[in-house]
């Protein structure tokens, strides 16, 4: 089984730029988390899709960030402009039920 | 997050036992869960422990969980210089999907 595909693996863009992550979850996997993990600390929740509608978005900071995931399936996620805070490692999980998170290998962003 | 706490480092010897702990405070947690990331990867599911079990046991990890203390720990047998890597706890709150994650315990396997 093909685990959680994300892309770019790294991305260097300069402060106020845009910037766009996508991600391809497990097949079938209904459910979608986009988290921010940044340098020394644990992952935290951004936004959670089911299906093609979002189930949570409190900590999305929606002045800049959005995100979509328009057929049920791949997910995008924006910044636009981009901040220097928001360099961080953006990882992308998906589940088929409530008590399994898989996560993909994440998309290192540095912004200068 | 603030509410799962761990030690943030861990140095241990190649074939002994290594034991990494976890506090959380959400006494709703239902599920608490061990992950692992190799640097420059995902984080990887170990294993998962629901609220009313004590422990689990899985090859070389055991999981033991006091919910009176909401105290986690997680046990890694004859420990391989491959476990070096930082190791994640993270509770799921009851009625919620999202994972709350400790900052991570780096694991250094020395020869």
């Known amino acids: 089984e093909a685990g959680v595909a994300q892309s770019p693996r790294y991305k260097i863009i300069e402060k106020r730029q845009s910037v766009a992550f996508w991600c391809n979850p497990i097949s079938g996997h209904a459910t979608l988390y986009w988290y921010q993990q940044i340098l020394g600390q644990g992952p935290k929740l951004l936004i959670q899709f089911q299906n093609n509608g979002v189930v949570d978005d409190s900590q999305l900071p929606k002045d800049r960030f959005s995100a979509e995931r328009l057929k049920g399936v791949d997910s995008t996620l924006k910044i636009q402009p981009a901040k220097l805070e928001d360099s961080a490692v953006y990882l992308c999980?998906?589940?088929?039920?409530?008590?399994?998170?898989?996560f993909g290998p994440g998309t290192r962003l540095t912004v200068l | 997050g603030e509410d799962v706490e761990q030690s943030l480092f861990l140095s241990v010897r190649e074939g002994d036992s290594s034991v990494i702990n976890c506090t959380y405070t959400d006494s709703s947690s239902t599920y608490l869960y061990w992950y692992k990331q190799e640097p420059g990867a995902g984080l990887q599911l170990l294993t998962y422990i629901f609220s009313n079990m004590d422990m689990k046991q899985d090859q070389r990890l055991t999981v033991l969980l006091n919910k009176k203390d909401k105290h986690l720990s997680l046990r890694i047998a004859d420990t391989q210089t491959g476990d070096s890597a930082i190791y994640f706890c993270?509770?799921?709150?009851?009625?919620?999907?999202?994972?709350?994650f400790g900052a991570g315990t780096t694991v250094t396997v020395r020869a």
């Open positions: 993270a509770e799921k709150a009851a009625n919620d999907y999202k994972l709350s």
């Open positions: 999980a998906s589940s088929s039920n409530d008590n399994e998170q898989f």
